[in-house]
Antibody, heavy 119, light 107 residues
Framework: QVTLRESGPALVKPTQTLTLTCSFSGFSLNTSGVCVSWIRQPPGKALEWLALIDWEEETEYSTFLRTRLTISKDTSKNQVVLTMTDMDPVDTATYYC???????????WGRGTLVTVSS | EIVMTQSPATLSLSPGERATLSCRASQSVGTTLAWYQQKPGQAPRLLIYATSTRATGVPARFSGSASGTEFTLTISSLQSEDFAVYYCQQYNNWPLTFGGGTKVEIE
């Protein structure tokens, strides 16, 4: 059974760095074709893809946010970590992690974690 | 970046009616197009991938098709549980991109 769960702070201050962890089970990020991605959704708005890491530790980032994002994995812990620097109120959103298998779509999603940026 | 444009923004229909949702890509994405359903307070759920392949457990009333860069999600007969927001997403090019969503609401 594949599951993913996001964790991290619910509230961060402007200019701070956000660190989010995606803990997963039911699959391995060592398996060929497996990737984990982060996607966010501001309240009442559309989904926005942020970053991805694959089984070979190759990474891809959103064009507009690449200078602020870092994605990494800890295979032994079955975790993927996303850091986003210089947080701003416009970054307030629900942040999801999701799996991709075999170059396909996001087949499994976590429940998401709401992050509010406010002083 | 490939821009995905969904229309209409809102679709007001009654249960039992047919729903047709559109998604246009700004350039070719081949068949690497997925559709997701999202209900309030929930994560998106994969419905369709590779343009027309239903994900596991998705009812047969959901179908996907394409003509060039125009993609369509059809719900043949709306059930009460189908009223939700639907997103398309291309996974042919980096960065991955989503459409703005279509809300299917009860008329």
């Amino acid at each position: 059974q594949v599951t993913l769960r996001e964790s991290g702070p619910a509230l961060v201050k402007p200019t701070q760095t956000l660190t989010l962890t995606c803990s997963f089970s039911g699959f391995s990020l060592n398996t060929s074709g497996v990737c984990v991605s982060w996607i966010r959704q501001p309240p009442g708005k559309a989904l926005e893809w942020l970053a991805l890491i694959d089984w070979e530790e190759e990474t891809e980032y959103s064009t507009f946010l690449r200078t602020r994002l870092t994605i990494s994995k800890d295979t032994s812990k079955n975790q993927v970590v996303l850091t986003m620097t210089d947080m701003d109120p416009v970054d307030t959103a629900t942040y999801y992690c999701a799996r991709i298998f075999d170059s396909a779509a996001f087949d499994f999603w976590g429940r998401g974690t709401l992050v509010t940026v406010s002083s | 970046e490939i821009v995905m444009t969904q229309s209409p923004a809102t679709l007001s229909l009654s249960p039992g009616e047919r729903a047709t949702l559109s998604c246009r890509a700004s350039q070719s994405v081949g068949t690497t197009l997925a559709w997701y359903q999202q209900k309030p307070g929930q994560a998106p759920r994969l419905l369709i991938y590779a343009t027309s392949t239903r994900a596991t457990g998705v009812p047969a009333r959901f179908s996907g098709s394409a003509s060039g860069t125009e993609f369509t999600l059809t719900i043949s007969s709306l059930q009460s549980e189908d009223f939700a927001v639907y997103y398309c997403q291309q996974y042919n090019n980096w960065p991955l991109t989503f459409g703005g969503g279509t809300k299917v609401e009860i008329e």
